[in-house]
Structure formats: C-alpha cells, structure tokens
C-alpha cells in the first residue's frame, strides 16, 4: 500500500490529538505525520507510534509535500490557511464550520453520503459532531420509508468546548463539593450541576449557531431541503459524549421491530435498547464504543409516523476526528 504524508492542523486541541491517536490505532499509512498549531503550542510534542513528535508553527509554508491535511484549528484558521493547502496540491478535510455549507464542498459522513466524495475540488467539510450522530441514526429511516420532520434536543457534553471547558467543568465541581464559589471563565453561567440551553451564538431568529447547524447541515447531507427540521441545543455537565432525544414522522409506518432489525443489521450502529433491564446509551459509554449508539426507540401515542429515540455518540471520535479520518481512508 501508498504511505502518505499528513498534516494535522491543531495538532494540541482536544479533537486534534484524538485525530493524531486515531490515525494510529486504525494504522493509516502514513510516511510522515506533520502536526502543526499556533505559536503558541509549537515546541509541545506529541506521542505518535512510539515516538515523540515535536509540534511545528502553523504557516504558509507548511503544506509543502503533504498529501492529506486534517484541520481541526476553528473556522478562521481554516479560512486563511485551506486555500494555501489546497494550492499546494494537499487533499483537505476540515473539522471547522468554514466550509460546511459552501455549495462546491462536499459535506460528508461516510456511512450516509459517500457517494458526494467524489464531487470534492480538493476540500472536504466535516459536519458538525451533533449532525453526524444523528444523520447516522436517521438515515436507515431514511432509505427505508422517508422523513417528513424531524424534532431535535441535544444534551452535548463540555469537550465540544475544547480542553478549557473540561478543565472548567471539573474545577467547578470541586469548587462546589468543597464549599466555594465556582469559577466561571468559559461559559456564560455556572456549567457544573447545571444545564445551559445555550450552544455557540444566538442568531436573529432565536436559535442558536449550533441549532442551525443541526437544520442545515442535515437537510445538505441528506440532499433534501424539504425535511422540516427544528432544533434545541443544550449543554450539559458531562465530559465526553453528546446525547440527543429526537422525534421524527416518517412518510410511511414503519414498526418498532423492523426499526430494530434494520438497525441491527447497519454499520456504525450500535442498538442498545433493553428496557427490562434498564440498558439504553449512556454518555460514559461513548468512552468505550465508537458506533451511535442508539435505544429508547418507541412510537408516538398520537401520531401513526411518529418515532421516538434516544441517540448517543463519541462528540470527540465519531463526531470529529474519526469521521474525518474515515474521510481520509476512503480518499486512498
């Protein structure tokens, strides 16, 4: 097989070393790995296969030989330092939400849309973390009988923030278990033992950046502007693992049982639904299994096509690095 020469951009960022641990554990067949941040973080180094790799300053310059580029540095690092990839000849698949919705890139999730990877001009977006999750749960359905709207809740945890939430998250916890006032430097309110309905900006509709996403970027994917989406984002006091309670009515009846069989039988799903003894997706699991795990799945009492589930994935793995990764195998 080919080695190929990678770049990971935002190598020290919560979502970049899961990239740089993910291209190991799955053995990509890389002959240079190249890991680039800001000036800030150049100097750190990383362990990759066995060795300590020492993390270079992000520049015009560092694209020079690289076949693939996985970005994962924020939208606005993506804007300046992509064009300057893609006209080195390297193959980019950016984790930023600077591309996403550019009609010319194609916005992909291996196990739903593969066949638009071939439509790429040497970008390739990577949805955001809440999408891909559910876009894997809700396309079965999809295929199988269509969807008329979809009704989303997201419980998202801290590390979709990045390494500063997380660390928030626990010293605010220690803070409150020992009597102190917590803390608060990355959101907007207490986030330990608390719940905030509030995920990136708020746009002049009301919603948020991050609920906005979820409706445009499924309808892209789905290459479907007609299903009728609406969306609440809230973030919630948990490390890893976003959760989400999704209803949806489909264009034809489809029953419980069947749902059940087609999951059981559909790659990166992982049916988890045993109420008896009380076993449906946990947050805490997502640390264990990379598949959207996916359980509570039950009719609505008053509407025929109306379904109701519970869906819970990795934010970090399945919603950033290891889509992006499984981008970059399909690619070779």
Known sequence: M??????????TG??????????????FPIKDLVLLASERSA?????????????QELNTSSFEDIDIALFSAG?????KFVPIAVKNGTIVIDNSSAFRMDSHVPLIVPEVNLGDLKKHNGIIANPNCSTIQMVVALK???????????????YQSVSGTGKDAIDELAEQSSQILNNKKPVRKVYPHQIAFNILPHIDVFENNGYTKEEMKLIHETKKIFGNSKIKITATAARVPVFYGHSESVYLETKKQITIKKLKNIYLK?????????????????AI??????????GRLRKDLTEPNGINMWIVANNLRKGAALNAVQIAELLI
Do not use: C
């Open 2 to 11: 080919n080695k190929f020469n990678v770049a990971v951009v935002g190598a």
């Open 14 to 27: 919560a979502v970049g070393r899961e990239m740089v641990k993910i291209l190991d554990e799955r053995k």
């Open 43 to 55: 100097g750190e180094t990383i362990n990759f296969r066995k060795k300590e790799l020492e993390v």
């Open 75 to 79: 939208s606005s690092v993506s804007k």
């Open 140 to 154: 079965p359905i999809l295929d199988e009988v269509g969807i008329n709207r979809i009704i989303v809740s997201t």
């Open 266 to 282: 559909t790659k990166g799903i992982k049916l988890v639904d045993d109420i008896d003894n009380s076993k449906y997706p946990l």
């Open 285 to 294: 699991m997502s640390e264990i299994y990379d598949d959207v795990m996916i």
